[in-house]
Structure formats: structure tokens, C-alpha cells
């Protein structure tokens, strides 16, 4: 019969001298009946072992997938925005989210010098100078350089005009449409051209306005390279020269 209490202080005598020499790691038993020296091996083999089953995304432990699970795959939101009180459920989109309150936009487009607080707007923004719009609609084949705006365009394919104007009942099928809608009924035109004092309800306006200004021509075709003032004419460029 094999005395277990010998073996024992056998083993942690061994191990014990094992590591004050650096040398391997001694092979004892879980109570599963592995040893360490497979723990080991098992572990260098699956660095990632962790494997989440709603995105299969993996993790090197249990703690991280844990963490992973409950911020991303949950409503928990426990980053909390001092700022605003808005909450997030990580803690990097809680330090993206606070650089809106510091006004701080340290990517600055090379092309037209506008200036974006994330790296990933300044992206996304550069796709207008490219004139490549690679998201294309099934039904009518239009395209469109994001794939946030090619999923608001298929929106008038449904016929689901679901936003109502309160004041003349008019239904649009984006959220977005309807309050640029709205501006009409009140009269009131907030953006004041700095030049010529011209006055508009939306901002988009006054900024297209502006280019009449200036000499600057952001918008360039990567095709035959010819440059424009305003997207509206870069548009109609490609439509009428290289789409026919």
C-alpha cells in the first residue's frame, strides 16, 4: 500500500528544490489526474482556450471571457460617463465617448483640413474625397462610401414610412429626413454665412454654401482626376461622364 502522507511531503520536497534550482517543473498529479507537466503543454498548445459562444471570440482565461461576456453580450453597462451619465459596457468606449466633452479633434483630414475627434470618423470621412463608393443597393444598384448610408437608403425600398411631421403629416422613412423636414415650418435659419451673411436652417447647407468662397476643390474623381467645389457637382460628374 503506497503511504499518500509520505508521498505528499515527498513531492512538496522535491518541488521545492526543483524551483530553487530553475530547472523543469516538477510532474505532479491534479485530481483529475494530469499531470503538470500536461497542464503545461495544454496550455502552451491553447493559449486561447476560452472560446465565447455568441461571437467566437477566444480568451487565454476564464476571467477575461467572463468580462467579455457580461460587458458586450449583456445590457450591463457598468462605465459610467462623469461627464453626462451615460453608461458603457467597456471602458475603451467610455474613453471614446469623453473626447466629445473635451472638444478635442486631433485627426485632421489632409485633403480639406476637417478635423474629427476619433480616427475611425476621419476614416470614414476620406471616403467622400476617394469618390469609391464600394457598398451597392441590390434593388436599384446605387451605391454609397458607407455602410451605415447604403442601409438608411434601402429603407425607401420597404415603403415604411413610419416618422410623421406633427404639422402637415408628411412620412418619411428615416428619423433624419423628418427633422430636416421640420426646419421648414419654423422659419428659422440659425447658420450665417461669415462672408456674405446668407442665413440657413442646416448646417449642411450653410457649408456647402461656403465652397462659393473659396478656391479650394476637396472633391476629386479618382478616375480622370478632375477636382470640384461641392460634392453635389463631383456627383454629377461621375454621373454624366463615367456612369452612362
Given at each position: 500500500?503506497?503511504?499518500?502522507?509520505?508521498f505528499?511531503i515527498?513531492?512538496d520536497t522535491?518541488?521545492?528544490a526543483?524551483?530553487?534550482?530553475n530547472?523543469?517543473?516538477v510532474v505532479?498529479?491534479?485530481?483529475?489526474?494530469?499531470s503538470?507537466?500536461?497542464?503545461l503543454?495544454?496550455s502552451?498548445?491553447?493559449?486561447?482556450?476560452?472560446?465565447?459562444?455568441?461571437?467566437?471570440?477566444?480568451?487565454?482565461c476564464?476571467?477575461?471571457?467572463?468580462?467579455?461576456?457580461?460587458?458586450?453580450?449583456?445590457?450591463?453597462?457598468v462605465?459610467?460617463?462623469?461627464?453626462?451619465?451615460?453608461?458603457?459596457?467597456?471602458?475603451?468606449n467610455?474613453?471614446?465617448?469623453?473626447?466629445?466633452?473635451?472638444?478635442?479633434?486631433?485627426?485632421?483630414?489632409?485633403?480639406?483640413?476637417k478635423?474629427?475627434?476619433?480616427?475611425?470618423?476621419?476614416?470614414?470621412?476620406?471616403l467622400?474625397?476617394t469618390?469609391?463608393?464600394?457598398?451597392?443597393?441590390?434593388?436599384?444598384?446605387k451605391?454609397?462610401?458607407?455602410?451605415?448610408?447604403?442601409k438608411?437608403?434601402?429603407l425607401v425600398h420597404?415603403?415604411?414610412q413610419?416618422?410623421?411631421?406633427?404639422?402637415?403629416?408628411?412620412?418619411?422613412?428615416?428619423?433624419?429626413?423628418l427633422?430636416?423636414?421640420?426646419?421648414?415650418?419654423?422659419?428659422i435659419?440659425?447658420?450665417?454665412?461669415?462672408i456674405?451673411?446668407?442665413?440657413?436652417?442646416?448646417?449642411?447647407?450653410?457649408?456647402?454654401?461656403?465652397s462659393?468662397?473659396?478656391?479650394?476643390?476637396?472633391?476629386?474623381?479618382?478616375?480622370?482626376?478632375?477636382?470640384?467645389?461641392s460634392?453635389?457637382?463631383?456627383?454629377?460628374h461621375?454621373?454624366?461622364?463615367h456612369?452612362?
Amino acid at each position: 500500500m503506497v503511504c499518500w502522507h509520505s508521498f505528499y511531503i515527498l513531492t512538496d520536497t522535491f518541488h521545492s528544490a526543483e524551483s530553487q534550482q530553475n530547472t523543469e517543473p516538477v510532474v505532479t498529479r491534479s485530481s483529475n489526474g494530469a499531470s503538470g507537466e500536461q497542464q503545461l503543454n495544454g496550455s502552451q498548445r491553447k493559449a486561447k482556450s476560452h472560446k465565447c459562444q455568441q461571437c467566437d471570440k477566444s480568451f487565454s482565461c476564464a476571467s477575461n471571457l467572463k468580462t467579455h461576456q457580461l460587458t458586450v453580450h449583456t445590457a450591463i453597462r457598468v462605465y459610467q460617463c462623469p461627464t453626462c451619465s451615460k453608461l458603457f459596457g467597456e471602458k475603451g468606449n467610455l474613453n471614446r465617448h469623453q473626447r466629445i466633452h473635451t472638444g478635442v479633434q486631433a485627426h485632421k483630414c489632409t485633403i480639406c483640413s476637417k478635423s474629427f475627434g476619433e480616427k475611425g470618423n476621419l476614416n470614414r470621412h476620406q471616403l467622400i474625397h476617394t469618390g469609391v463608393q464600394a457598398h451597392k443597393c441590390t434593388i436599384c444598384s446605387k451605391s454609397f462610401g458607407r455602410k451605415s448610408t447604403l442601409k438608411l437608403h434601402q429603407l425607401v425600398h420597404t415603403g415604411i414610412q413610419a416618422y410623421k411631421c406633427s404639422i402637415c403629416t408628411k412620412s418619411f422613412a428615416q428619423k433624419g429626413a423628418l427633422n430636416r423636414h421640420q426646419l421648414v415650418h419654423t422659419g428659422i435659419q440659425a447658420y450665417k454665412c461669415s462672408i456674405c451673411t446668407r442665413s440657413f436652417a442646416r448646417k449642411g447647407a450653410l457649408n456647402r454654401h461656403q465652397s462659393v468662397h473659396s478656391d479650394s476643390k476637396p472633391f476629386q474623381c479618382s478616375i480622370c482626376q478632375q477636382t470640384f467645389k461641392s460634392k453635389v457637382g463631383f456627383k454629377g460628374h461621375l454621373q454624366t461622364q463615367h456612369l452612362q
